[in-house]
């Protein structure tokens, strides 16, 4: 029955998406123009804001008077404003009559967490966007649609975690997004927007897993490969609980679930599943492992994000899901969606280019007080460019330090794949650790520990799971001092200082910090390889204390073989 449902009511609704997907490839060719009068429609909108009258955005006529009143800002300049928002006054960043439905939370480049504002319009915007990937993704796969939309499982987060002084909701704008589908669409996703309350990661990827085996699921989507893995791991570990739980119609009691959400799930666990629990079954005793890829026999499509150093978990991809194609979900943050991939195993998207507005910083002019910018058409193929950010949630020339490499173009927009979040945060798993957060980790820990470290540096290392190195000059480390207390306390303050990143060694996606002695003498020969690669001066070196390239640590020479140190 439901079957049937889905079908006959899916329909008007893939042709509305394939509506707005015709007309963003169609709105390619004028692409510069969609922006221009895009930036237009939100200073205007917005004019009587008080950032809009201090910035004139009345008297705005076109792109170059917009660069010229607004200077770029971080999330630290925008602050002011923010607060404000958070405060009740909408009138410091937004026009008359908008709605701030809540505030997108995540991890800021100090202790505190970003708050970003998601206005109904900007709301409509990511929901939009969305809609034009997936239509887009799943016509491209047409067993997704084959008799009604397969099941899609996909995971969101609480977006009611907290609230302002003003009782303004903050959370992931994934949870508001699963709370307001429409209820038939609602049908075709394995985890109900209640799910989302669900703070234990494993307790959240186990029920994920008990709501789906049992569906010939079409798609799983996730931004970051390592909670696709997460998940499939878990299935794995915890195959007898699953299978026994299939059995009996139930979810095992030693999941951390709060009670009223255990209570909605019981309507969708409560039937006995013989069937699926034998068929499962049959695949331990045939493998010895309980992997997607057995599970799931019919998958059409796995999303998560390609680009940047998220292609090192693609290797075992294929061993866990098969050959299912991967189509990259595109660059998105709690900031904005800023591309639209159109093709499989590709990072490439097309800029989302009708919902805000962008300019864009060559590499070079990154630490320019105020660079000059480019507009969308105005890129050049195989250059590479920091995006800066105009939105209806309030952000004007937003710095998101995102740096990508222009591709390509189609029509006007630009094709754009991520490299990295800029030469000082790193990111292997979403936990976007900054380079103020290491010097703050380190400046604590080196004062409780009574050390001076001349130089240090922080480095993503790849392993499973991967991890960050504190590779510190031999002669700078005392005998007296342990190694394994310093790496516990490096990681305990990085953790105090970034919620993204606590949340990552809290689920094991992240494992704990090495500290790696180097010989002497290291800093100066990497001093000059990277004079060499930059051509710069001796006199404007500054020694970098984190970078975001994997490949870094392997042009150290240590004096012992790595240890892992730290928490377990």
Same mark, same amino acid.
């Given at each position: ?11 008007? *609704? ?34 009587? @804001? ?49 709605? #701030?439905?809540?505030?997108?939370? &995540? ?56 609230? &302002? ?25 394995? *985890? ?8 234990? =990661? ?25 909670? %696709? ?26 999941w951390e679930i709060p009670d009223d959400v255990r ?7 409560? +039937? ?11 695949? #331990? ?16 499509? #796995? ?10 978990? %693609? ?15 595109g660059l998105i943050a709690s900031e904005g969606r800023?591309?639209?991939? =159109? ?16 300019? +864009? ?40 330090? !995102? ?22 945060? /790193?990111?292997? &798993? ?14 604590? =820990? ?8 001349? @130089? ?12 960050? /190195? %504190? ?77 975001? !390239? ?8 240590? !004096? ?9």
């Amino acid at each position: 029955m439901f079957h049937v449902i889905r079908r006959w009511a899916g329909a008007p *609704m893939a042709e509305g998406a394939r509506r707005l997907a015709r007309e963003f490839l169609r709105s390619t060719a004028r692409a510069d123009e969609v922006q221009r009068d895009r930036l237009l429609s939100l200073t205007r909108r917005h004019a009587q @804001s008080d950032f809009g009258r201090e910035h004139g955005f009345a008297s705005i006529q076109s792109p170059e008077d917009y660069r010229k009143r607004v200077p770029i800002r971080d999330y630290e300049g925008m602050e002011p404003y923010l607060a404000r928002v958070r405060e009740g006054q909408t009138s410091a960043l937004f026009g008359p009559n908008t709605d #701030v439905m809540m505030f997108a939370m &995540t991890s800021g480049t100090t202790a505190r967490p970003k708050t970003i504002p998601v206005t109904r319009e900007s709301l409509n915007a990511y929901r939009d966007g969305w809609k034009i990937w997936g239509i887009l993704a799943f016509d491209a796969h047409e067993g997704m649609l084959r008799d009604g939309m397969r099941p899609i499982l996909q995971l969101a987060s609480d977006w009611r975690e907290t609230s &302002t002084s003003a009782g303004i909701p903050c959370g992931a704008i994934t949870g508001l997004t699963a709370a307001m589908q429409h209820p038939l669409v609602r049908l075709n996703y394995c *985890m109900p927007p209640a799910a989302s309350r669900i703070k234990q =990661v494993e307790a959240k990827y186990y029920v994920a897993l008990r709501l789906s085996v049992a569906r010939n699921l079409g798609a799983i989507i996730a931004a970051n490969p390592s909670t %696709l893995l997460g998940i499939a791991r878990l299935g794995d570990r915890e195959k007898e609980t699953l299978i026994r739980d299939l059995h009996d119609g139930r979810i095992d009691p030693k999941w951390e679930i709060p009670d009223d959400v255990r209570k909605s799930l019981r309507l969708r666990t409560r +039937f006995r599943r013989p069937r699926t629990a034998r068929r499962l079954e049959e695949v #331990v005793n045939r493998t010895g492992r309980l992997l997607p890829k057995d599970y799931w026999t019919d998958l059409q499509l #796995v999303a998560n994000w390609t680009g940047g150093t998220m292609g090192a978990y %693609l290797k075992q991809f294929g061993d866990v899901f098969g050959e299912a194609p991967i189509r990259d979900p595109g660059l998105i943050a709690s900031e904005g969606r800023m591309t639209i991939p =159109v093709e499989d195993h590709s990072p490439a998207g097309i800029l989302d280019y009708q919902h805000h507005y962008f300019e +864009f910083i060559p590499e070079d002019a990154e630490d320019d007080d105020q660079p000059e910018t480019l507009g969308a058409a105005d890129l050049v193929e195989g250059r590479r460019y920091f995006i800066l950010l105009t939105t209806a949630g309030g952000l004007y020339r937003y710095q998101i330090r !995102d740096l990508v490499q222009c591709v390509g173009f189609e029509g006007r927009a630009p094709l754009l794949t991520f490299l990295n979040k800029g030469s000082h945060i /790193s990111s292997m &798993t979403g936990e976007k650790l900054s380079e103020f957060q290491v010097v703050a980790a380190l400046k604590t =820990v080196q004062a409780d520990l009574g050390l001076t470290l001349g @130089s240090y540096i922080v480095l993503p290392t790849w392993g499973d799971p991967p991890c960050y /190195s %504190l590779l510190v000059e031999s002669d700078d480390l005392p005998g007296h001092v342990d190694l394994r207390t310093l790496a516990d306390r490096v990681d305990r303050e990085l953790c105090r200082h970034n919620v993204e990143y606590e949340n990552k060694r809290e689920t094991q996606r992240l494992g704990p910090v090495q500290v790696r002695r180097i010989v002497a003498g290291s800093w100066t020969d990497f001093r000059a390889r990277r004079l060499a690669s930059t051509g710069g001066t001796l006199e404007q070196y500054k020694q970098p204390c984190l970078l975001s !390239d994997l490949k870094v640590i392997s042009t150290f020479t240590f !004096d012992q073989e790595p240890k892992h140190f730290g928490a377990a």
